[in-house]
T-cell receptor, first 115, second 114 residues
Framework: AQTVTQSQPEMSVQEAETVTLSCTYD???????LFWYKQPPSRQMILVIR??????QNATENRFSVNFQKAAKSFSLKISDSQLGDAAMYFC????????????FGEGTQLTVNP | EAEVAQSPRYKITEKSQAVAFWCDPI?????LYWYRQILGQGPELLVQ????????DSQLPKDRFSAERLKGVDSTLKIQPAELGDSAMYLC????????????FGSGTQLSVL
C-alpha cells in the first residue's frame, strides 16, 4: 500500500521569506501523481501544485515550486516570497496513474507566516 | 468555476443518533469520493463511487456507515448509530474520471457527536 509521510507537523516563516515543506512517499508503482493541497481555516481543500512522476522537470506555479526526487521518493514544496495568506495546513498527496484512483494524504504540515 | 456542494455545513448530534450528509458533485463528474478528516490529520478515503457503483469501500465501517449514489449524481453518507469517535470533517470530492483529472473538494460537513 502507498504511504505518504510529512515529518514536519509545524513550520513557520517570516513574511517575504522562503520556506520548504518536506514529503516522502512509498510506492512500488512507476507511474503516479503527486500533489500539494492547502487547507486554510475554512477547511476547503485547495490544489496548490501537481507533479507527474514521468516528468523530470519540477512543477512550478507562480511562487510555489516542487523538488521532485523520484529515486529518493521525495517531494518537497517551496514557497517563495511568503505571504500572510499562505498560512494554512499543507497536505502532500499521492495518486496512482490509474484513472479515478484515490488520493492518499500525508498527516499535514501547519504553516504559520509571521508578519 | 463549478463547485462541489455539501450540506449541512455543521452537524451536532448525540451519541446513538442517526446522521446523514449530502453531496452534489460537479455536473458530469462520474467519480465521487467521501473522505473523513479527523482534526490534525490528513483525509482518509471512506468510499469511492464510479457513477452509481461503489468501487472502493474498504475503509468504510460498514456496521454503522452506509453510502449511496442512486442515480449516479448526488450522494448521501449515513451514520447510524453515531459514536463519539465519529466526530470529524466529512469531505466530498469529485472528478471526471479521465486521464490526469483534478479532484474538486467541497467545503465539508463538520460533525460533532456529544
Amino acid at each position: 500500500a502507498q504511504t505518504v509521510t510529512q515529518s514536519q507537523p509545524e513550520m513557520s516563516v517570516q513574511e517575504a521569506e522562503t520556506v520548504t515543506l518536506s514529503c516522502t512517499y512509498d510506492t512500488s508503482e512507476s507511474d503516479y501523481y503527486l500533489f500539494w493541497y492547502k487547507q486554510p481555516p475554512s477547511r476547503q481543500m485547495i490544489l496548490v501544485i501537481r507533479q507527474e512522476a514521468y516528468k523530470q522537470q519540477n512543477a512550478t506555479e507562480n511562487r510555489f515550486s516542487v523538488n521532485f526526487q523520484k529515486a529518493a521518493k521525495s517531494f518537497s514544496l517551496k514557497i517563495s516570497d511568503s505571504q500572510l495568506g499562505d498560512a494554512a495546513m499543507y497536505f502532500c498527496a499521492y495518486r496512482r496513474e490509474t484513472s479515478g484512483s484515490r488520493l492518499t494524504f500525508g498527516e499535514g504540515t501547519q504553516l504559520t507566516v509571521n508578519p | 468555476e463549478a463547485e462541489v456542494a455539501q450540506s449541512p455545513r455543521y452537524k451536532i448530534t448525540e451519541k446513538s443518533q442517526a446522521v446523514a450528509f449530502w453531496c452534489d458533485p460537479i455536473s458530469g463528474h462520474a467519480t465521487l469520493y467521501w473522505y473523513r478528516q479527523i482534526l490534525g490529520q490528513g483525509p482518509e478515503l471512506l468510499v469511492q463511487f464510479q457513477d452509481e457503483s461503489v468501487v472502493d469501500d474498504s475503509q468504510l465501517p460498514k456496521d454503522r456507515f452506509s453510502a449511496e449514489r442512486l442515480k449516479g449524481v448526488d450522494s448521501t453518507l449515513k451514520i447510524q448509530p453515531a459514536e463519539l469517535g465519529d466526530s470529524a470533517m466529512y469531505l466530498c470530492a469529485s472528478s471526471n474520471g479521465q486521464g490526469h483529472e483534478k479532484l474538486f473538494f467541497g467545503s465539508g460537513t463538520q460533525l460533532s457527536v456529544l
